[in-house]
Structure formats: structure tokens, C-alpha cells
């Protein structure tokens, strides 16, 4: 292990010995992190936290903070960061805010520079954040959704699998899967190019296409178009597309640019 003479080790903090702690790093609290790992200058890891083998922290990232929420009040809560992520310059991760409860990154994860997770927030594997992107708290991200630079998400959205934010968006409601966003944070249609760069089969893309032409152009009403998607679809990446709408949802789904159904919105009791 090498360690700069100059970086401060909690005496319970466990690092393994394979990793290289660079120049005014401080590792305060029981903090873990696991082997191959490398902490570029003025890195901050502190609290609960856990870093996954061979992660790469970039100069002045911190890392297991106390989360910028004023209803927290101490409560004992922690951060996790999965194997083979890439941390870049200025990244905050926030722990979270809930007692025993945890912010997690998952593995091979891409944050680029000041990109921002807050509190309780879940990343699932291969995601990207590009330089700017900031998480409000209990943001869920899907696996190898990508958030393009300077997005906003609001707090409890969800972020479906390879899904993505086109740049300077505000996200305040949830983005299904495979789907892309204009800078409004309005849906303009599928990721195909995604699809097919992670192997998705021509029968499950083109079953992906008729679901979303049901739920986004049909002209429905939103339930009913979502039941229909569920009953139809047949494939895996089908099911899950479907069943996104499906899922409980504190923000509502976003709006398409062309608004077949009269809203994106899940609709209240009552309505036809």
C-alpha cells in the first residue's frame, strides 16, 4: 500500500493493503475500502462508508457526508459504492438520511466531474453521471441509464434502465426505461441506439416500440393503456418496460412530446 505521507487514516478505518492513498486524503470514521483501490488528492471519505475493489476517486471528491436534508438529526446511516467505479473530480456522495438505511452507487458506475448524489439515492450497475448532474434525495437510477451534463432530477424520481436525459434537463417526474428526453425533461422516444449497444434482440426492441407506441401515441386514457401494454407484452425487456408504469410512483411518469394519451400522469380514481 502506498500512502502519502501527508493523508490522514481514522485508526478504524479498514483499507486494504493494495490500495494507494494519495497526498491530503482524510479517511475519518469506520470507512472501508476495498482492494485495488486509488484516492486521488484532497479525496474525503468519511462516516459508514464502503468502496468496492478497485475504484478509482479523482482529486477533491467526498464522499459519506451527512446529507443536506434538516430532518436529519444524526441518525446512524451509510454509503455504499460498488467495485470498479470511476469517482471524477469534485463528486459529492451524500449518506443518507434515514436511520440504518444507505446512498448506493452501484458497480462500474461513471460519475464525471461535480456531479452530485444526495441522500438515500440508488444507482443501480454502469450508470453515468456527466459533469454538472445533481440527484435529489431517494432518486432511483436504472442500470446504464446516462444523465448528460448539468441535468437537475427532483428528490424520489425514478430514472428507468438505459434510459437517457438529454442535457440541462429538469427532471421532475419519472422516466420510463429505454426511453430519452429532450432538455425539458419531456419523452421524445426510445433509445434504440442504447438497445442495441447492450444486446437487446430485434424481438424484444421491436415489442419494446409497440408498447410505447401504446402507452405514448395511442390517444388512450393513461390506465388504459398501461393495462393493454401489460397484457401484451411477452419478452423480459417488455415486461419491465410495462411494469415500470405499473410500479408505485411519488412524482407521475413523464409527459411524451406528442401526447397521444391526454396525460402521462397516473390518474386519479375515478377517471376513464
Not at 70 to 84: Q, Y
Not at 90 to 112: F, K, N
Not at 177 to 203: E, I, K, Y
Request: hydrophobic content about 40%; charged content about 20%.
Amino acid at each position: 500500500m502506498a500512502i502519502h505521507a501527508t493523508a490522514v487514516i481514522d485508526s478504524r478505518a479498514e483499507v486494504h493493503p493494495s490500495c494507494n492513498i494519495g497526498p491530503y486524503v482524510v479517511i475519518d470514521g469506520s470507512v472501508r475500502i476495498g482492494p485495488d483501490c486509488s484516492l486521488g488528492p484532497s479525496v474525503i471519505v468519511v462516516g459508514n462508508t464502503e468502496l468496492g475493489p478497485g475504484c478509482f476517486i479523482h482529486a477533491h471528491v467526498v464522499i459519506g457526508d451527512v446529507p443536506q436534508d434538516r430532518k436529519f438529526l444524526g441518525f446512524s446511516s451509510s454509503c455504499r459504492v460498488g467495485e470498479g467505479c470511476v469517482i471524477r473530480e469534485g463528486v459529492t456522495i451524500h449518506r443518507a438520511s434515514i436511520e440504518g438505511q444507505a446512498t448506493v452507487v452501484g458497480d462500474r458506475c461513471y460519475l464525471m466531474t461535480n456531479s452530485h448524489v444526495a441522500h438515500d439515492c440508488v444507482l443501480e450497475n454502469e450508470v453515468t453521471l456527466v459533469s454538472g448532474a445533481l440527484l435529489g434525495g431517494h432518486v432511483h437510477i436504472g442500470r446504464k441509464a446516462i444523465i448528460s451534463g448539468n441535468v437537475g432530477i427532483h428528490q424520489f424520481v425514478r430514472i428507468g434502465e438505459l434510459a437517457m436525459i438529454g442535457g440541462v434537463a429538469m427532471i421532475s417526474q419519472d422516466v420510463p426505461p429505454f426511453t430519452m428526453t429532450d432538455h425539458q425533461g419531456t419523452v421524445v422516444g426510445l433509445n434504440s441506439v442504447g438497445l442495441v449497444r447492450d444486446g437487446v434482440s430485434s424481438a424484444d426492441r421491436d415489442e419494446i416500440k409497440t408498447l410505447f407506441r401504446i402507452i405514448y401515441r395511442s390517444g388512450m386514457p393513461y390506465r388504459r393503456a398501461v393495462q393493454l401494454a401489460s397484457e401484451l407484452a411477452v419478452t423480459n425487456s417488455g415486461k419491465r418496460f410495462a411494469e415500470f408504469f405499473r410500479a408505485e410512483s411519488r412524482r407521475g411518469v413523464c409527459r411524451s412530446r406528442d401526447r397521444g394519451t391526454s396525460s402521462a400522469i397516473p390518474e386519479q380514481p375515478g377517471m376513464e
